[in-house]
């Protein structure tokens, strides 16, 4: 597509049941990335993908959240258990990668989803 | 490690007016920078980004800014504000190939 989507746009969930956010970047990109965006605590980086693999997890804010990526591509990032201060945007990013391995150093953004835990 | 402040989580210009959104970073390594507008419900789009070339970068509806690497700063500006400009704008920071380290955004308002 022409940039990156992001699936559900909102959700809204009960406390202690799980959800699944998915993320399909734009063709070709490599590298994707996860960032939440909460009251308080701005944007903060969650996860990052190079491929299937995922190097950098340390954003991760407990073993409720995980996530992965199947065929260089789609990405699904799940919280169990939801609790009420899960609630926050969550935004999704790819990047390309260049000729060398590296990285272009621009991460286009999708329009996020907007979970809500009562 | 690397960190953004952006000074004013709330700034208010009239329309015609001078924009100015000041952001100063920390990084241990050469930084790229970046800045993101975000308008109401939808995701973050690049304005403009310093990757160590111009200092002075030209980004997309005539915004611009200037990275001074001696006041560790890259303040974005606009000389005369438009109503479409009113949105949020986040200052990023990233070592290249790294996530973003973001600051905590500036709302800008424009008044009529």
């Known amino acids: 597509g022409a940039g990156v989507s992001q699936s559900p746009s909102n959700k809204v969930t009960e406390k202690g049941k799980d959800v699944e956010l998915r993320c399909d970047p734009i063709?070709?990109?490599?590298?994707l990335y996860w960032y939440r965006q909460s009251l308080g605590q701005g944007l903060e980086f969650l996860i990052y993908f190079q491929g299937n693999s995922a190097p950098d997890k340390s954003g991760l804010p407990s073993d409720r959240f995980s996530a992965e990526r199947t065929g260089g591509s789609v990405s699904t990032l799940t919280i169990q258990r939801t609790q009420q201060e899960d609630s926050a945007v969550y935004l999704c990013a790819s990047s390309l990668e260049l000729a060398g391995g590296s990285r272009e150093e621009t991460q286009y953004f999708g329009p996020g989803t907007r979970l809500l835990v009562l | 490690a690397q960190s953004v402040t952006q000074l004013g989580s709330h700034v208010s210009v009239s329309e015609g007016a001078l924009v100015l959104l000041r952001c100063n970073y920390s990084s241990s390594v050469p930084p790229y920078l970046f800045w993101y507008v975000q308008y109401p419900n939808q995701g973050l789009q690049l304005l403009l980004k310093?990757?160590?070339?111009?200092?002075l970068v030209k980004g997309i509806n005539g915004f611009e800014a200037e990275f001074k690497k001696s006041e560790t700063s890259f303040h974005l500006t606009k000389p005369s504000a438009h109503m479409s400009d009113a949105a949020e704008y986040f200052c990023a920071v990233s070592a290249g190939n790294t996530p973003l380290v973001f600051g905590k955004g500036t709302r800008l308002s424009v008044i009529a």
């Open positions: 310093y990757t160590s070339a111009a200092t």
């Open positions: 063709s070709g990109h490599t590298a």
